[in-house]
């Protein structure tokens, strides 16, 4: 089991609703998904690379025979996966202290939701709720969502310089490569190793 | 659609694990004993086949209870949960898994009732798409560029870095001159292997995150 692989922390959970307010929340999912400033908090956080909510009505589970015994349920079900950098704790207070009312949009459809405030009780919640990785892979352990977010940064501002390096007088490029400098200096951080969470 | 943000794609595909009394270890057990022993690193399957940005493979056992008043009930099936953030289009994604990495397909899901092997390229795709649940709202910070592009992005980053602190206060001339050759030299540098920690770099500041 891990739910770590260098900077990034795999998170699943399961929480059971009652299947008429799943409408409610597919709605709310719809104007999130369609009205962008709302999604503001969440790219704020900024230590989430990606993140799912999954609504499982309760006869929406694969069923493909072939011996597969059909389930019975009486609720639907919310996955969440998340996929954020930091540790669990860093993350479950950054989630209530930023974005509670956005999680308690979410969750209070779910059955014994407690409130992501205070967050001694949302802890307990999510601790009941979520269940373990198996095999957690990403293509850049080294790489924090910010670091990913710098380096395009770089890479689109090293991508201009170049082209103007060419046909330049070095006093012009010299400016350019000034100007360069200052955009980027922001975004120079070093990826490495994972630092150790006690 | 909701699969999709920007150019990345968000699978999620519950595949039923096979239930059977007269197998020991059971199949759930087995998975696990072969996903524990599996590299998570650049010899990692997910590494060797195309598309990956983060992926996972968990075994879900059950749901959970959350306590009275709400009911107790149970899942007749245990479930392998592949969650993936994928690069384009899911045919050829799924393609690229079952042409790249097929043995590791077999050995994981061969514990799935109905999996029919990597072989047949279109059952499996079939089979996927069978085990497949809609994602309702995906989130990606980052949703326009692809793995190779951003594999590609940090290692620029650490370059520019080493290239801005060595030439501090060069003269224009020398400046523009040594730029191009940078340039061109990054250019040429194989893309750095997925799932690698990177090139090791000495951490200028110690201790411990705590």
């Known amino acids: 089991m891990s739910n770590i692989n260098g900077k990034v922390y795999a998170m699943n959970a399961i929480t059971p609703m009652k299947p008429w307010k799943t409408w409610i929340l597919r709605l709310i999912f719809f104007v999130l998904g369609h009205v962008k400033p709302l999604q503001k908090d969440l790219i704020d956080l900024s230590f989430i690379e990606f993140a799912r909510w999954v609504v499982v009505p309760r006869s929406g589970l694969p069923f493909l025979d072939n011996g597969q015994v059909k389930e019975e349920l009486k609720y639907d079900y919310l996955l969440f996966f998340s996929n954020f950098n930091g540790t669990w704790n860093q993350y479950i207070d950054a989630f209530s202290a930023v974005l509670s009312r956005g999680l308690n949009l979410v969750w209070r459809w779910s059955e014994k939701f407690p409130g992501s405030v205070p967050v001694t009780l949302f802890k307990e919640y999510i601790a009941r709720v979520q269940f373990d990785t198996d095999y957690y892979y990403t293509a850049y352990p080294h790489a924090t969502a910010n670091d990913v977010k710098s380096a395009h940064i770089v890479q689109a501002s090293l991508d201009k310089l170049s082209q103007l390096a060419e046909k330049s007088d070095p006093q012009q490029f010299a400016d350019a490569y000034l100007r360069f400098v200052l955009q980027v200096q922001t975004h120079l951080g070093e990826t490495s190793d994972a630092p150790v969470a006690g | ?210």
């Not at chain 2, 699978?11 to 590299?39: F, G, V």
């Not at chain 2, 059952?123 to 692809?146: G, H, P, R, W």
Request: proline share 6%.
């Open chain 2, 1 to 210: 659609m909701p699969n999709n943000n920007g150019s990345v794609y968000g699978l999620t595909i519950l595949s039923p694990i096979i239930d059977d009394a007269k197998a020991t270890p059971s199949h759930d057990l087995q998975i696990r004993n072969y996903l524990a022993k599996l590299s998570t690193r650049e010899d990692s399957p997910f590494a060797l086949a195309p598309g990956t940005h983060l992926a996972r493979l968990v075994v879900m056992d059950d749901v959970v209870f959350v306590g009275a008043p709400s009911c107790e009930e149970h899942l007749k099936s245990k479930y392998l949960i592949f969650e993936s953030n994928l690069d384009g289009d899911l045919d050829s994604y799924l393609s690229g898994l079952a042409a790249t990495i097929p043995d590791h397909l077999n050995a994981i899901w061969k514990h799935c009732v109905g999996y029919p092997g990597a072989a047949n390229r279109q059952a499996f795709i079939d089979y996927m798409k069978a085990c497949q649940l809609e994602t309702t709202f995906f989130f990606a910070a980052v949703n326009n560029k692809s793995v190779s592009e951003t594999l590609r992005a940090l290692q620029t980053q650490t370059a520019v870095a080493d290239f801005i602190a060595s030439h501090q206060g060069a003269n224009p001339a020398k400046l523009q001159r040594d730029f191009i050759q940078f340039v061109a030299k990054l250019k040429s540098l194989p893309l750095p292997k997925p799932g690698s920690m990177g090139p090791h770099r000495e951490i200028k500041t110690g201790g411990r995150n705590e």
